[in-house]
């Protein structure tokens, strides 16, 4: 996981400092197979493997999700 740290030690990620977190997303998962990003949404997706990865920044509450999904059938 990445931390954008706290720059105006009031203890709290705020919503600018947030935003480094999503360049550094963008920065590290930009050039995995099929890799997009949606600007408008906070979704990033990519391939990795075995797993389709999604990873939505939710902007308005300060939170990352990432889900993993793989194919049960071989």
């Given at each position: 996981m990445?931390?954008?740290?706290d720059k105006n030690n009031?203890?709290?990620d705020d919503v600018?400092?947030?935003l480094i977190l999503e360049e550094e997303y963008k920065k590290?998962?930009?050039k995995n197979p099929e890799y997009s990003y949606d600007?408008?949404?906070g979704i990033m997706k990519w391939n990795d493997g075995e797993f389709e990865a999604t990873l939505s920044i939710s902007r308005d509450?300060?939170?990352i999700y990432l889900m993993l999904r793989k194919?049960?059938?071989k």
């Open positions: 990445i931390d954008s740290g009031d203890g709290k600018d400092e947030f590290q998962f930009e600007s408008k949404t509450h300060g939170r194919s049960v059938n």
